[in-house]
T-cell receptor
Framework: GQQLNQSPQSMFIQEGEDVSMNCTSS?????WLWYKQEPGEGPVLLIA?????ELTSNGRLTAQFGITRKDSFLNISASIPSDVGIYFC?????????????FGQGTTLQVKP | KAGVTQTPRYLIKTRGQQVTLSCSPI?????VSWYQQTPGQGLQFLFE???????NKGNFPGRFSGRQFSNSRSEMNVSTLELGDSALYLC????????????FGEGSRLTVL
């Protein structure tokens, strides 16, 4: 089936550093989304992207919808300890708007104060 | 505004039993999606309901079923439980026009012994 390849699998960084993670697919996606999950909680939506080439920011987070529609990246600037968690990319191939998403395997981020 | 509520949060069952999980979406959200999260397979789409109708279904056996009520609340059922069904089951709701922007509950953690 369709898969999203998310990398890196994990990151251990120093507080204040910038972070970059990305997702690639062999299939074209119509929507890319980025979620963050903390222990004991469900994923929380960070950024949604709907158009190829779109660059969207949410505070210190910036994400882009790749021109080929087969990839997306998420950057976090000036990381802080509360950025710790698992970050998931998700894509939607459906042309209609549905809740059916394909998720990447996640990037586990640890931040050292 | 109350978030997505899932009950029960934790449950333990034995092989062969069946289980029903409940989800109350955010008020005004008519789309409810269910996902299974495991360490090995990650987040996988189970099914989506909109206006009491199943709109999408993932690649899970028929033992997994669901339904949605007129107040948008949803239930999912797993019959003849297997050890591999142990997982975190996440419910997510979304607005009709932004169905990919999911708001997740905290999940129901099922352990099958």
């Amino acid at each position: 089936g369709q898969q999203l390849n998310q990398s890196p699998q994990s990151m251990f960084i120093q507080e204040g550093e910038d972070v970059s993670m990305n997702c690639t697919s062999s299939s074209i996606f119509n929507t890319w989304l980025w979620y963050k999950q903390e222990p004991g909680e469900g994923p929380v939506l960070l950024i949604a992207l709907y158009k190829a080439g779109e660059l969207t920011s949410n505070g210190r987070l910036t994400a882009q919808f790749g021109i080929t529609r087969k990839d997306s990246f998420l950057n976090i600037s000036a990381s802080i300890p509360s950025d710790v968690g698992i970050y998931f990319c998700a894509g939607q191939t459906e042309t209609s708007n549905t809740g059916k998403l394909i998720f990447g395997q996640g990037t586990t981020l640890q931040v050292k104060p | 505004k109350a978030g997505v509520t899932q009950t029960p949060r934790y449950l333990i069952k034995t092989r062969g039993q069946q289980v029903t999980l409940s989800c109350s979406p955010i008020s005004g959200h008519r789309s409810v999606s269910w996902y299974q999260q495991t360490p090995g397979q990650g987040l996988q789409f189970l099914f989506e309901y909109f206006s009491e109708t199943q709109r999408n279904k993932g690649n899970f056996p028929g033992r997994f079923s669901g339904r949605q009520f007129s107040n948008s609340r949803s239930e999912m059922n797993v019959s003849t439980l297997e050890l591999g069904d142990s997982a975190l089951y996440l419910c997510a709701s979304s607005l009709a026009g932004l169905a990919g922007e999911l708001f997740f509950g905290e999940g129901s953690r099922l352990t099958v012994l």
